[in-house]
């Protein structure tokens, strides 16, 4: 507040006028208060980012991760940690927000674990939302996905058809249904956004269902072959963490609600390519069930609405992992 203060001691009584004017503008929609947000699945690869945002931005982050994919050593120190499991997590405290991204979040895990599964990422939701329901909160931002759109003969819209092709996807799109029903039925505000591949530091290259990227840069440094499941033509549409974090502070900070948004960068590439990018022998092997052959998606919504544009190209992406 102090280098808010130092501005008026400048300028003409316009321009004084003008900051006056926006500053409290800002204080009316909070800009410069600290929020309580809530953050499930903060401990994971995309959580631990957002949760190092919102402090950075001087919030006051809870954290409800159960340990299962996330690691504690991602866990911002200046966060409030509760060790739980969304599936039978309830709260009535006070917060302000909450960014729902906790969820088993593996197209093929969900193949071979679909109750499981369906329990965290489904009953989990519900409970989030009648949490945050029950206490009025401001707004839900809910992580979905782009499998939601199975194949995509031409870059996804919103407005597209969804064809969830594993139990994974339709746990999402049951998700965002929910999302829309406590906006529509009781008030609440919440967005969802589809998040596309997402790729950046964290991302653990030692899980079975970690992203191709970190797959291929441990691979290489191992000096061995990329393993690449099918043919290698099949496309992804990759978009770096930092981006996707800049669009989930957008979606809270937005006055838009009950809402579905891609996040992708509507630029796709060949596994093959990605290969050659990172470089190093390849290896098939047989696809494996429920992988989609092509994801694409248009981000002009976010555009419109958000006002947010990816930055980071895969390449510049990519050199960023490897420094890590």
């Given at each position: 507040m102090e280098n808010i203060l130092e501005i008026f001691q400048i300028g003409n009584d316009f321009v004084k006028n003008v900051i006056v004017d926006t500053i409290l503008l800002?204080?009316?929609?909070?800009?410069?208060?600290?929020?309580?947000i809530l953050c499930t699945g903060g401990a994971g690869f995309i959580g631990s980012h957002l949760v190092d945002k919102l402090i950075e931005l001087g919030h006051e982050v809870i954290v409800v991760d159960n340990l299962s994919t996330g690691k504690a050593e991602n866990i911002n120190p200046k966060a409030d940690f509760i060790n739980w499991d969304i599936s039978e997590y309830y709260t009535n405290g006070s917060l302000d927000y909450i960014f729902h991204l906790a969820a088993l979040p593996s197209v093929p895990y969900s193949i071979e674990h679909p109750t499981k599964t369906h329990r965290v990422n489904v009953n989990g939701t519900y409970n989030i939302l009648k949490s945050a329901s029950d206490m009025k909160v401001k707004k839900v931002i809910f992580a979905s996905t782009a499998a939601l759109y199975g194949e995509c003969e031409k870059p996804a819209r919103e407005s597209d058809k969804i064809f969830p092709k594993s139990p994974y996807a339709l746990h999402k799109a049951i998700g965002e249904a929910y999302m829309g029903l406590f906006s529509e039925v009781y008030g609440l505000p919440t967005i969802s956004l589809r998040f596309f591949n997402v790729y950046g530091k964290r991302c653990d290259?030692?899980?079975?269902?970690?992203?191709?990227?970190?797959?291929?840069?441990?691979?290489?440094?191992?000096?061995?072959?990329?393993s690449i499941y099918g043919n290698g033509r099949q496309t992804r549409d990759f978009v770096y963490i930092d981006d996707v974090v800049d669009a989930c502070?957008?979606?809270m900070e937005s006055e838009i609600k009950n809402e579905v948004i891609n996040i992708c960068t509507g630029k796709e590439i060949s596994i093959n390519d990605l290969a050659d990018i990172i470089g190093g022998e390849k290896v098939y092997l047989p696809s494996r069930k429920g992988d989609v052959f092509r994801t694409i998606g248009n981000n002009m919504k976010a555009k419109a609405l958000l006002q947010w544009t990816p930055k980071v190209?895969?390449?510049e992406g990519i050199r960023l992992m490897e420094e890590m």
């Open positions: 800002n204080l009316t929609q909070g800009k410069y208060f600290m929020s309580k290259p030692n899980s079975d269902y970690s992203l191709v990227i970190s797959k291929f840069l441990k691979l290489r440094s191992e000096k061995k072959p990329l502070i957008l979606a190209q895969i390449w």
